[in-house]
């Protein structure tokens, strides 16, 4: 069973940036996509951004909460995956989750919750001043 560690978590001010990580255990973990989620206290799993790999093509696709601010990527000789998140808000407050999955998908990113099979334990990200 793989793992996927989250880091890079913490206190930033509002405008500041934070780069969180995502290692998966598991060097030959073949998954067909990986993402990051977020969830504010009170409030549901919220989708952020995610990849995903079909036939050689990969995909990408933001919330559109983040998009033009936060940018997701990947190391494969590090097998992590990366979210930079700049011009942060205090709404971008939220325990951060890495996710990934490997039911093939053509021409589609997952971006819901229930088509994740793995996830990571959480990074808090508090944006205040």
């Known amino acids: 069973q793989v793992q996927l560690v989250e880091s890079g978590g913490g206190l930033v001010q509002p405008g500041g940036s934070l780069r969180l990580s995502c290692a998966a255990s598991?060097?030959?973990?073949?998954?067909?996509?990986m993402g990051w989620f977020r969830q504010a206290p009170g409030k549901g799993r919220e989708f952020v951004a995610a990849?995903?790999?079909?036939?050689?093509?990969?995909?990408?696709y933001y919330a559109d909460s983040v998009k033009g601010r936060f940018t997701i990527s990947e190391d494969n000789a590090k097998n992590t995956m990366y979210l930079q998140m700049n011009s942060l808000k205090p709404e971008d407050t939220a325990v951060y989750y890495c996710?990934?999955?490997?039911?093939?998908?053509?021409?589609?990113?997952?971006?819901?919750?229930?088509?994740?099979?793995?996830w990571g334990q959480g990074t808090q990200v508090t944006v205040s001043s």
């Open positions: 990849f995903s790999w079909s036939g050689g093509i990969g995909l990408i």
């Open positions: 598991d060097r030959t973990f073949s998954r067909t996509a």
């Open positions: 996710a990934a999955d490997k039911e093939e998908r053509f021409s589609y990113v997952p971006r819901y919750p229930y088509e994740y099979t793995y």
